[in-house]
């Protein structure tokens, strides 16, 4: 004898995971639908059971045993209420409507539990990512208020804001590049087809081969936001929080598109121009500032790149003071768009950068 022959209430079949894969996914190992054809009785039942998953429409039923019997108490006693007042003033109601109702009154019961149940699940925040990684992680925390430049071994760079966190491999490994983040960051990613670079922020993972974008994910914030400067990024949900994912979107150039997190939803993707400078210190975040000069005294540039990552440059003034250049810097992390500098300066000069300070040593230029 089986012990499902002995179920006779539907919160019975509920808490059978082969029954639930069955009726959501089709996966009939254990032949449900041959042992429910041997009984007419046993059949309805089912029907009854298979109605509540169909209503809540989701792949696994995560509720324990004692929420289950407090909703369906609950549910019958609600039930039996309007029945007796129905009874009182009007024939129309029968029992087979009741039945009915029954089945949608808990249906609406159960999936109101298991709602707030998986929105609990489905959060992920920085201290979960960062967990679950088995490589040995570097984390830099920024509690000065100033953004703080974080040069990656791949030669990337991260502009840190304020109240962030990012984790990264001391050297990266395998196929893909990724880091962790809580809070916000711009990232400039030295191009390398072979590895991906993935930033891991609360329930998105953002995913690029090389460009330049903003990732904002506080853990307390209802929303993740991204926003590419340059070049394109794919950004999809987390895998490790549903099985079946939300389709990814991709983003062009001034695209951005956020995240609602509690209603586990994207929103629409914007199109920005941020040539459009905001007001006030708004008007110095990076994407707002352009890296094209044609002919400028390298004075100019340094005070670009002063502005854009909340740095200072200490450089010979005397020896570079009637050094002009014309270069394209928009597309390349900050130990780049230096190196290009340097080299274009020629005469030997080289750079030094220690955390927010850089030190250009310069004879000249050519």
């Given at each position: 004898m089986q012990k499902r022959d002995n179920y006779n209430k539907i919160e019975d079949f509920l808490e059978d995971s082969s029954f639930r894969r069955w009726i959501l996914n089709q996966d009939d190992i254990q032949n449900w639908e041959e042992w429910c054809l041997e009984s007419p009785k046993r059949a309805k039942l089912v029907e009854e059971a298979r109605l509540f998953l169909i209503a809540l429409g989701?792949?696994?039923?995560?509720?324990?045993?004692?929420?289950?019997?407090?909703?369906l108490a609950e549910t019958r006693n609600k039930i039996?209420?309007?029945?007796?007042?129905?009874?009182?003033?009007?024939?129309?109601?029968?029992?087979?409507?009741f039945r009915a109702a029954a089945v949608l009154?808990?249906?609406?019961?159960?999936?109101?539990l298991y709602d707030l149940n998986q929105k609990s699940n489905l959060a992920v925040n920085y201290e979960k990512l960062v967990e679950k990684d088995n490589e040995g992680l570097i984390e830099q925390t920024n509690?000065?208020?100033?953004p703080q430049v974080i040069s990656l071994s791949d030669g990337s760079s991260v502009l840190l804001q304020p109240k962030s966190k990012l984790s990264y491999p001391k050297k990266n490994s395998g196929n893909v590049r990724?880091?962790?983040?809580?809070?916000?960051?711009?990232?400039?990613?030295?191009?390398d087809p072979s590895k991906p670079f993935l930033v891991y922020a609360n329930e998105l993972v953002t995913t690029v081969l090389g460009t330049s974008f903003r990732v904002k994910a506080y853990e307390g914030d209802a929303n993740v936001e991204v926003l590419v400067k340059t070049g394109k990024v794919h950004v999809s949900q987390n895998e490790t929080i549903s099985k079946k994912p939300m389709l990814p979107i991709d983003l062009l150039p001034?695209?951005?598109?956020?995240?609602?997190?509690?209603?586990?939803?994207?929103?629409n993707v914007q199109t920005l121009d941020l040539t459009l400078k905001p007001i006030e210190k708004e008007s110095e975040k990076i994407?707002?500032?352009?890296?094209?000069f044609e002919d400028v005294p390298v004075s100019q540039i340094f005070e670009t790149i002063e502005k854009a990552y909340s740095v200072e440059i200490k450089y010979p003034k005397s020896m570079l003071k009637n050094c002009y250049l014309t270069s394209s810097l928009s597309d390349q992390p900050l130990t780049e768009k230096l190196n290009i500098i340097c080299e274009s300066l020629g005469n030997n000069t080289r750079f030094e950068l220690n955390n927010n300070e850089i030190i250009i040593k310069s004879n000249g230029c050519n």
């Open positions: 989701v792949d696994e039923l995560k509720i324990s045993h004692e929420e289950i019997q407090a909703s039996l209420l309007h029945e007796i007042n129905a009874q009182k003033t009007n024939a129309f109601w029968t029992k087979g409507w009154l808990v249906s609406f019961s159960l999936y109101f509690n000065s208020p100033e990724k880091v962790f983040l809580s809070g916000e960051a711009f990232f400039e990613i030295k191009k001034n695209e951005s598109i956020i995240y609602n997190r509690k209603k586990v939803a994207f929103g994407e707002n500032l352009s890296f094209e």
